[in-house]
């Protein structure tokens, strides 16, 4: 289990995307993610600390950005599944190994370091996730008040063992201890107790060890993919995304401008980012193309969907031309790839909508327990995702509108239909409000369905 609320999936993409920080004045930098009006998430570094090593101290921001996003992103999540085992993680620590970390992160795996040299890694490594500070800034709507909120992402204490040389001086590194706290952030985004009393969120989703097996330092955009999608599953459920999209999550705007406008790039990226897709089935992703891909930008291993339901096969063509087609990579960049997760991960979210499913029904039962407190507020920050809606399906019936009156009859709140589905609350209003009458996707009504009580 790990956290996946707004500030750890945002502080990922702050490490992976640090070309696109902003700056408050010359290597003063700050990266922000908006979540709706008056909402968003400013991240910052706080490196002229005095208690902090002097790489630290002396590195400007750009550049602890550089050498260490990809790897701070990494051991971000995994103090993200530690944070989600606490009851108050705001209040509680929990302490990591170094030597552990070294396999768990696959610190310099291959290069002829010693121990001591991989330990002394993972304590710089810490110490830069501990000066990752963030600005909350939401509404509460009931209040009518703008609240700001200003802490550490983690705070982290590193201590060093050392053995003794023979004139009694620190000699070897042997041993590296991380102790880590959540920052007060979890008060609102990982707090169990608020979440009952529906002033707060409790947000996660899973992920497993093998996902942190892919080398980043030999395949830095597959290591980072693949954090973005284990994050990033419940709010998908359907696997799609558009290639953009994806590049977007783990590359700078500036990074996908620059190979849009040079021929020459464009091709070998495309290339490049069907062996990124081909690495992370090696971790167990499973990879599918839309059936609306343009087949002629199809790679030579990829398969299809034939239709709703059916079986899957092979591509027409064997291999992908040499010469891509005149104007082909926009269009490449709207392309649909289906990936799901591997099948752990799929098993524990498949026994989490379950288990929300039987809450919900148990709640839904005449003098069930009302999950929204009568003064919280139901307008919270959530992460705006894509979703990629299907063509409308004529023999479906449920409706938006249905939804509501269903929902209502139930005595139930969005949020609660919105927890059971592993979703946001905009998510179950825009489904009320923006479709109405139109015929909800048959993956989406099958599990409000379950979640309503209904058949259809």
Do not use: C
């Amino acid at each position: 289990m790990t956290a996946t609320g707004a500030p750890v999936i945002s502080a990922t993409q702050a490490f992976l995307r640090h070309p696109d920080w902003s700056e408050y004045e010359q290597n003063r930098l700050y990266f922000r993610r908006s979540f709706g009006k008056g909402r968003h998430i400013e991240f910052y570094i706080l490196n002229k600390q005095k208690h902090q090593p002097g790489f630290i101290t002396s590195f400007a921001e750009p550049e602890i950005l550089r050498l260490y996003g990809i790897h701070a992103a990494r051991l971000h999540a995994v103090f993200a599944t530690y944070a989600a085992q606490q009851e108050e993680p705001w209040k509680e620590t929990f302490t990591l190994l170094g030597s552990d970390l070294i396999k768990i992160l696959r610190i310099h795996t291959g290069n002829k370091l010693k121990k001591a040299d991989k330990l002394k890694a993972i304590a710089d490594l810490a110490w830069v996730l501990g000066t990752l500070g963030a600005k909350i800034q939401w509404q509460e709507g009931y209040l009518d008040l703008t609240i700001i909120e200003r802490s550490l992402i983690w705070i982290v204490n590193v201590k060093e063992q050392y053995q003794n040389d023979i004139n009694g001086n620190p000699g070897e590194l042997i041993e590296v201890e991380v102790e880590v706290q959540a920052g007060q952030w979890t008060r609102n985004f990982l707090n169990r107790e608020g979440e009952k009393r529906r002033t707060a969120l409790y947000q996660y989703g899973f992920i497993n060890q093998d996902v942190l097996s892919i080398d980043p330092y030999k395949k830095e955009l597959a290591a980072a993919l693949a954090l973005y999608l284990i994050q990033n599953r419940r709010s998908h459920p359907s696997g799609k995304y558009r290639i953009q999209t994806l590049l977007e999550a783990v590359m700078s705007v500036q990074e996908v401008d620059l190979i849009r406008k040079e021929k020459l790039k464009r091709s070998r990226f495309v290339k490049r980012f069907y062996i990124l897709l081909e690495d992370l089935t090696e971790v167990k992703f499973a990879i599918q193309f839309d059936e609306s891909f343009p087949k002629d930008l199809l790679p030579s291993w990829a398969v299809a969907p034939k239709g709703v339901g059916d079986e899957f096969e092979s591509a027409d063509s064997t291999t992908q031309e040499q010469r891509m087609p005149d104007g082909f990579f926009d269009t490449w960049l709207q392309g649909i790839v289906i990936i799901i997760p591997p099948a752990p991960i799929e098993g524990e979210l498949v026994r989490f909508e379950k288990s929300k499913a039987e809450i919900t029904k148990q709640l839904s039962k005449p003098g069930g327990r009302k999950l929204l407190a009568p003064n919280a507020s139901e307008d919270i920050i959530t992460i705006d995702t894509e979703v990629i809606e299907d063509e409308a399906f004529p023999d479906q019936k449920l409706t938006g509108a249905m939804v509501k009156k269903l929902r209502q009859e139930a005595r139930l709140s969005q949020m609660d239909v919105a927890i059971a589905m592993g979703m946001s609350q905009s998510w179950v209003r825009n489904i009320e409000n923006k479709l109405q009458d139109k015929p909800l996707k048959p993956l989406y009504a099958e599990r409000l369905s379950r979640i309503l009580r209904i058949s259809h």
